[in-house]
């Protein structure tokens, strides 16, 4: 498609629920990036693949967060057991190659949990 | 590591006013500098970025932002804002050197425009 997509757009989970997120970039962008946006803060870095390898996992806040993209295009960010400490912004950005290039960002997902 | 710095969270200015938004950053290596912004429901979209070369960069909707290497700054300006411009603006870095090049954000500043 022309941009990211994510899905779904709003996500209200309870509290102790997994959910997953939906990333498509755009077609051909080898670079893939997850952040948390908390409101009214700035993105805050999670996680990076290039194609299918995820390079770079340090921003995961807890082993309850987990991230694929197994076929090097779609990446799913799962949640387990939710915690209202988890409610934010989750942003997709892709990357035809590194920063130099700019990022293109999805529109994001909104998770609350209650 | 890196860290940036947007000193004001809020900037109210009139409309056909001069605005500047605020940006430092921290990084013991060279680094890259964006400037995003973000309208309500939406993601982020670049204004611009320094890379290498002139200091001053141009970018969309008549912005510009400077880069001060000694003051360790990356400051936006407008000359002439209008009220379409309201929205949140964030500053960001990245490591020049890593392949991952991940960006590390600001906190933003929220500009509001008012009539």
């Not at chain 1, 949640?79 to 989750?90: C, G, H």
């Not at chain 2, 960069?57 to 002439?80: C, D, W």
């Given at each position: 498609g022309a941009g990211v997509s994510?899905?779904?757009?709003?996500?209200?989970?309870?509290?102790?629920?997994?959910?997953?997120?939906?990333?498509?970039?755009?077609?051909?962008?080898?670079?893939?990036?997850?952040?948390?946006?908390?409101?009214?803060?700035?993105?805050?870095?999670?996680?990076?693949?290039?194609?299918?390898?995820q390079l770079d996992k340090s921003g995961l806040p807890s082993d309850r967060f987990f991230a694929e993209r197994p076929e090097?295009?779609?990446s799913t960010l799962?949640?387990?057991?939710?915690?209202?400490?988890?409610?934010?912004?989750?942003?997709?950005?892709?990357?035809i190659g590194t920063s130099n290039y700019g990022y293109t960002f999805g529109s994001g997902t909104r998770l609350t949990v209650v | 590591a890196q860290s940036v710095t947007q000193l004001d969270s809020q900037v109210p200015v009139f409309e056909e006013a001069p605005v500047e938004l605020r940006c430092n950053y921290s990084s013991s290596v060279s680094v890259y500098l964006f400037w995003y912004v973000q309208y309500p429901n939406q993601g982020l979209q670049l204004l611009l970025k320094y890379l290498s070369g002139s200091t001053l960069?141009?970018?969309?909707?008549?912005?510009?932002?400077?880069?001060?290497?000694?003051?360790?700054?990356?400051?936006?300006?407008?000359?002439?804002v209008h009220i379409s411009d309201t929205a949140e603006y964030f500053c960001a870095v990245s490591d020049r050197d890593n392949a991952g090049n991940m960006l590390t954000f600001g906190g933003g500043t929220r500009l509001m425009v008012k009539p």
């Open positions: 994510q899905s779904p757009r709003y996500k209200v989970a309870k509290r102790g629920q997994d959910v997953a997120l939906r990333c498509d970039p755009i077609s051909g962008h080898v670079s893939l990036f997850w952040y948390q946006q908390a409101l009214g803060q700035g993105p805050e870095f999670l996680t990076y693949f290039q194609n299918e390898a090097g295009s779609v799962k949640i387990q057991r939710t915690q209202q400490e988890d409610s934010a912004v989750y942003l997709c950005a892709s990357s | 960069v141009k970018g969309i909707n008549g912005f510009e932002a400077e880069f001060n290497k000694s003051q360790t700054s990356f400051h936006l300006r407008k000359p002439s």
